[in-house]
């Protein structure tokens, strides 16, 4: 069964960093294709970034040259890394997968979710 869980979320001030993790269990993630997602209160899910099976990511145009995913195969966790924080990155981020069992390339139709974390960020 897939299980996705979040950490890293915190509260920081304007311009600084934080790295988001989400460590995958129930399948093999060296070729799953991830995600990271983020809702803000009143507001629609956004996609941040991504990650194919063949390790292409592309990025949301709010955080591209700010926001650099990633993923350690040996260690099945997912990582966003967010520099220059602004407040309108303020969200629950969630990571994602889609199905461990098939490769894919440019679109992830992603069907596993976590639950979050909560990141803060104050001007």
């Known amino acids: 069964q897939v299980h996705l869980v979040e950490s890293g979320g915190d509260s920081v001030q304007a311009g600084g960093s934080l790295r988001l993790s989400c460590a995958a269990s129930?399948?093999?993630?060296?070729?799953?294709?991830m995600g990271w997602f983020r809702q803000a209160p009143g507001k629609e899910r956004e996609k941040v970034a991504q990650?194919?099976?063949?390790?292409?990511?592309n990025y949301a145009d709010s955080v591209k040259g700010r926001f650099t995913i990633s993923k350690d195969n040996a260690k099945n966790t997912l990582y966003l890394q967010m520099d220059n924080l602004k407040p309108e990155d303020t969200a629950v981020y969630s990571c994602?997968?889609?199905?461990?069992?098939?490769?894919?390339?440019?679109?992830?139709?992603?069907?596993?979710w976590g639950q979050g974390t909560q990141v803060t960020v104050s001007s």
């Open positions: 129930g399948g093999t993630y060296s070729r799953a294709c």
């Open positions: 990650i194919d099976s063949g390790g292409s990511s």
């Open positions: 994602a997968t889609a199905s461990t069992l098939f490769f894919y390339r440019g679109s992830c139709p992603f069907a596993y």
